[in-house]
């Protein structure tokens, strides 16, 4: 009887074990759709007047302080703010001592008006000459009002300047949101590549859509004011609203959020171009015109010419709506950009690109589908050694919740799927190696998340290259 039990016993387990296998690992696919699913706040925003959107003390103090680059190398930033009564100074102070700031620079001012708001007087001051790998402080502001803040520049541009990334997106301003920025503080990235939609001020109607751009810009402060975010622009940017009279696309976002797009030659601030460390990033607009002959187009085909893998090995793109997706939500809509780019991701072997729109994550294979012909019928994707790593981060925490349903079977190109929020790093140690890791929130649990290893498309893919620099660890899986 007992051993009757015991084989009872173990064929339950066995049971248990193989339901636990298979819901990880489905018959046919490679890839992993992850069944975790994670108790969460209520995707609502939150409330005005929270201690997350404070309004700093004192006269015209200035707000929603945040820095991005301001050049091509890494050399200078700019720092924006906005003042709410009057325009009051457009002057930073800086130095590489605390409260000793031997230099200045000027910015300007502007401000706007979306329907019957009027935005507070919104600045950007170009800080640049700056020396590598080196903390600067930096005050704006005047009097008692005044406010200081400090960001560390990174090291010079070399193909083994290790630097780490974190990879943010539609983010808005819900607790999950915030959630998202405490755990992203705890990755000790350096600089954040942000893939678009940020405030979803659009979700509100007349005048509460300028305002939640202001709370926005107070939520993301603690992070935003001492390391860049490279920029990139989501729907929720476009803010096409004839029905308030607003139709200029983009209008809050231009002119609240400045990237440093003269100096790559681009002729718009949507897409540009910036090298830091040991990494080229490019970054899309998936909202403005891309086909062939657009400047958007003629400039992405000469950036790419512009890189320059002896110097920056690490080719990352940036954009909004995934090329590869296999979430229900917005299956495909990264078509039309997937045939204009993709031969050429393929052709300057991108190493990863990253993107937002689905509330989900996921990663890919390497893969393409650039032989896809109309009249011959080819028309999947095929692994593909040269290609790109996709990997949607739209995971960020907004007030939309998340987009819990993929595609089923998952299909061969897709590598980890889980619908929960979370954040990525990118760390790259040297020419060959960087380390990849997406991070959930996960309520203080440690739980097992989606890690890689990437070898660099351009020094790890050539044997004559690589034996020039032996990778300093471990085995790779791309
Ligand atoms: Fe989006």
Not at 438 to 445: A, F, M, Q, T, V
Request: charged share 25%; aromatic share 16%.
């Amino acid at each position: 009887m007992m051993r009757m039990e015991r084989i009872l016993s173990w064929t339950t387990q066995l049971l248990f074990v193989s339901l636990v296998f298979v819901s990880y690992v489905r018959k046919g696919d490679a890839g992993l759709t992850s069944p975790f699913v994670r108790s969460e706040w209520p995707a609502i925003d939150i409330p005005l007047g929270s201690k997350e959107f404070v309004v700093p003390e004192g006269h015209n103090a200035p707000e929603q302080v945040r820095i991005t680059q301001g050049d091509y190398d890494g050399k200078a930033v700019i720092i924006s703010w906005v003042t709410p009564d009057e325009p009051g100074s457009s002057k930073v102070e800086y130095g590489t001592s605390e409260d000793k700031y031997d230099f200045s620079a000027e910015g300007k001012f502007a401000n706007y008006s979306f329907y019957k708001y009027n935005s507070g007087y919104i600045h950007h001051c170009l800080v640049d000459g700056l020396e590598y790998d080196k903390k600067y402080h930096y005050k704006i502001g005047s009097g008692v009002s005044s406010r200081k803040f400090w960001f560390q520049t990174p090291p010079k541009i070399h193909p083994d300047s290790s630097y780490k990334f974190g990879i943010i997106g539609d983010l808005g301003q819900t607790y999950n949101s915030l959630s998202t920025l405490e755990h992203y503080l705890q990755s000790e990235a350096q600089t954040v590549l942000f893939v678009g939609d940020l405030s979803y001020a659009d979700r509100y109607h007349h005048n509460d859509i300028g305002i939640r751009w202001d709370t926005w810009g107070r939520f993301v402060e603690r992070i935003a004011a001492y390391q860049p975010w490279i920029w990139s622009a989501g729907n929720h940017e476009i803010e096409y609203m004839p029905e308030l009279g607003e139709v200029v696309p983009f209008k809050s976002y231009l002119q609240r959020y400045t990237t440093p797009y003269a100096a790559c030659q681009s002729s718009s601030p949507l897409w540009y171009a910036i090298r830091r460390a040991s990494a080229h990033v490019i970054v899309l607009s998936t909202y403005s015109p891309f086909v062939k002959y657009t400047p958007q187009w003629k400039w992405l085909r000469e950036e790419l010419k512009r890189v320059d893998r002896e110097k920056t090995p690490w080719l990352i793109v940036l954009m909004h709506v995934p090329i590869y997706n296999s979430n229900e939500a917005h299956f495909m809509e990264g078509e039309s950009m997937r045939s204009v780019f993709e031969e050429w991701f393929v052709h300057y072997k991108v190493d990863v690109i990253f993107a937002g729109h689905v509330h989900a994550y996921e990663r890919s294979y390497r893969i393409s589908n650039i032989h896809y012909n109309v009249s011959t019928g080819e028309r999947y994707p095929v692994p593909d050694k040269a290609a790109p790593v996709y990997i949607t981060v739209g995971d960020g925490g907004n007030q939309e919740g998340l987009a819990g349903r993929f595609r089923d079977p998952q299909p061969d190109y897709s590598a980890f799927r889980e619908s929960s929020y979370g954040h990525s790093t990118l760390e790259i140690k040297n020419r060959t190696h960087a380390i990849y890791h997406w991070n959930r929130n996960d309520d203080g649990k440690k739980v097992p998340t989606d890690s890689t290893i990437l070898l660099n498309q351009y020094w790890a893919s050539n044997k004559r290259r690589r034996k020039l620099v032996k990778p300093s660890f471990g085995t790779a899986a791309f």
